[in-house]
């Protein structure tokens, strides 16, 4: 997940930084793939800021040996000074996205796969850093569990001052056992 891959890059960043921008992914129910973010850090520390993301990517993708298309492209703007969130609450927002939960929450033991999981699919954050958008996308084979998870991620955002809102609810498929098409299923596969 491109997302958590960016947070974790900048979560390794010890220093004076500044989030500008932030978009990463395009559709809430796909593993985002790409994510861009302008980030403002004081001269003196840009060298320092580049080595540490250079070597916290190099730690991913040695984690992620299949996965081919981990890149990176650090650009260096010209001494521009764009509004950004100050120092803090940069802090305060990458502390607050780490907190959220992503991927798979429950497994089906009796399936082996998963039950309850979770796809943080779409940050953005705001030109000047005016607002942080994250869309995820929750799905489960059990109806509870996924309203239990919807509740938590609403419950977390109302705790840190945001605002949540559900939307695209769609029914669980709860396995059911031995039914009539399952076994027509299992004979036929």
């Not at 030109?127 to 569990?145: C, F, N, P, Q, W």
């Amino acid at each position: 997940n491109a997302n958590t891959a960016m947070l974790r890059l900048l979560r390794a960043v010890n220093g004076s930084m500044m989030l500008h921008t932030w978009q990463g992914g395009v559709r809430d129910n796909v593993i985002p793939t790409e994510c861009t973010a302008e980030i403002v850090v004081p001269d003196s520390e840009a060298e320092q800021f580049a080595e540490t993301i250079r070597t916290e990517l190099a730690q991913i993708k040695l984690e992620y040996p299949n996965e081919s298309g981990i890149a990176l492209e650090l650009i260096t703007a010209p001494h521009c000074e764009p509004m950004a969130l100050p120092c803090e609450a940069t802090d305060m927002l990458l502390q607050w996205l780490s907190k959220l939960p992503n991927g798979v929450q429950q497994m089906n033991s009796v399936l082996n796969m998963p039950e309850t999981s979770l796809n943080l699919g779409i940050f953005t954050l705001e030109e000047y850093g005016t607002k942080m958008h994250v869309d995820a996308l929750i799905r489960s084979g059990i109806d509870r569990e996924k309203e239990a998870l919807a509740e938590k991620l609403c419950s977390y955002a109302e705790a840190i001052g945001g605002t949540a809102a559900r939307s695209g609810n769609y029914p669980a498929w709860e396995y059911v056992p031995n039914t009539k098409l399952e076994k027509t299923a299992v004979a036929v596969f």
